[in-house]
T-cell receptor
């Protein structure tokens, strides 16, 4: 149980275009989903916390107009990188918080999306 | 300042040896998580430690939590090549509805045959 999927797993796009990444909890309802960014050989950097039906809470320094997050249902959150530029290239990982599996605040992670902006 | 420090950051060791990775944190917490990340992959949950004195074991890995010392350890017994990965600890400092995890920098473990 507690499986999180992400789509796509890898995307290459041109500078100036927008890219949407989907994160789904497959076998549980996730009231809270998280979006992280990871640069090579570094730890995870939390970008935003997404609660179903409400606006996402962004971490300091993360542009909310640049990284649009929508959490429309209990199983789906999306991250849209708008007008992507090469500096947005990174590994984006989503996770979901699963109360139902009884492990309190444990997060289950999606497989990640590697974004390369040319 | 809220800090989670992992030590060491990089470790190369021979198969068959034992070693311990340390995770020190600077604030009160009684919940800590260990994750594994393989190159180019996402994070896999290894252990959830929910109270002082918690000890969990899975195969050659054993994790423990000492909330008084603000220390968690991940012990590797008789290491094998398959355990090569980066290991992260994350400290849960959530209070009420304010949910927050603080991540360690990660320990890159390379196990040589």
């Amino acid at each position: 149980g507690a499986v999180v999927s992400q789509h796509p797993s890898w995307v290459i796009c041109k500078s100036g275009t927008s890219v949407k990444i989907e994160c789904r909890s497959l076998d549980f309802q996730a009231t809270t989903m998280f979006w992280y960014r990871q640069f090579p050989k570094q730890s995870l950097m939390l970008m935003a916390t997404s609660n179903e039906g409400s606006k996402a809470t962004y971490e300091q320094g993360v542009e909310k107009d640049k990284f649009l997050i929508n959490h429309a249902s209990l199983t789906l959150s999306t991250l849209t990188v708008t007008s992507a530029h090469p500096e947005d290239s990174s590994f984006y990982i989503c996770s979901a918080r699963a109360f139902e599996v009884g492990t309190y605040n444990e997060q289950f992670f999606g497989p990640g999306t590697r974004l390369t902006v040319l | 300042e809220l800090k989670v420090e992992q030590n060491p950051l990089f470790l190369s060791m021979q198969e068959g040896k034992n070693y311990t990775i340390y995770c020190n944190y600077s604030t009160t917490s009684d919940r800590l998580y260990w994750y594994r990340q393989d190159p180019g992959k996402s994070l896999e949950s290894l252990f959830v430690l929910l109270s002082n004195g918690a000890v969990k074991q899975e195969g050659r890995l054993m994790a423990s939590l000492d909330t008084k010392a603000r220390l968690s350890t991940l012990h590797i017994t008789a290491a094998v090549h398959d355990l090569s990965a980066t290991y992260f600890c994350a400290v849960d400092i959530s209070m009420d509805s304010n949910y927050q995890l603080i991540w360690g920098a990660g320990t890159k473990l390379i196990i040589k045959p």
